[in-house]
């Protein structure tokens, strides 16, 4: 990586595994949206980027008013379904049948809001999108 050296990405590392560890453990809220006429029932609400499609979760009721402020639906009611950040990223994600990763506090973005890509180490590997690929250094190039 440029400009980092091995102790800051070593450093990064590690905080962004801490954070993984965290939002696993955490019950998040997943909006549920779509046409209920269509599916018979409400599928979690996502937001496709360049090709993946990302679940959107909120750490907490103020995390989802303001995105739905954001979004200038805040008098509308939103149903949610509270799930253990473990249960998108392990059961949600790989059901989507589509490269798809986790949203929390969009909304907040950029200083509040994460996202979980889908990439090994984050989901599992039959869902991620970089399985198969091999990123230890000197391998393969």
């Given at each position: 990586?440029?400009?980092?050296?091995?102790?800051?990405?070593?450093a990064?590392?590690?905080?962004?595994?801490?954070?993984?560890?965290?939002?696993?453990?955490?019950?998040?809220?997943?909006?549920?949206?779509?046409?209920?006429?269509?599916?018979?029932?409400?599928?979690?609400?996502?937001?496709?980027f360049?090709?993946?499609?990302f679940?959107?979760?909120?750490?907490?009721?103020?995390?989802?008013?303001?995105?739905?402020?954001?979004?200038?639906?805040?008098?509308?009611?939103?149903t949610?379904?509270?799930?253990?950040?473990?249960?998108?990223?392990?059961?949600?994600?790989?059901?989507?049948?589509?490269p798809?990763?986790?949203?929390?506090?969009?909304a907040?973005?950029?200083?509040?809001?994460?996202?979980?890509?889908?990439?090994?180490?984050?989901?599992?590997?039959?869902?991620?999108?970089?399985?198969?690929?091999?990123?230890?250094?000197?391998?393969?190039?």
């Amino acid at each position: 990586m440029p400009g980092l050296g091995e102790p800051e990405v070593l450093a990064r590392q590690r905080e962004f595994a801490e954070l993984l560890g965290e939002f696993r453990r955490t019950p998040v809220l997943v909006p549920l949206g779509g046409d209920p006429a269509e599916r018979g029932e409400l599928g979690m609400l996502t937001a496709d980027f360049n090709g993946i499609r990302f679940i959107l979760a909120f750490s907490d009721e103020q995390a989802l008013a303001r995105y739905a402020q954001a979004r200038g639906e805040y008098a509308r009611e939103w149903t949610y379904r509270t799930v253990l950040g473990a249960k998108l990223l392990d059961v949600a994600v790989p059901a989507a049948g589509v490269p798809c990763g986790v949203a929390l506090d969009c909304a907040d973005a950029p200083d509040g809001g994460m996202v979980f890509p889908p990439v090994k180490g984050i989901v599992p590997e039959e869902a991620a999108v970089d399985a198969g690929i091999d990123m230890r250094e000197g391998d393969g190039a």
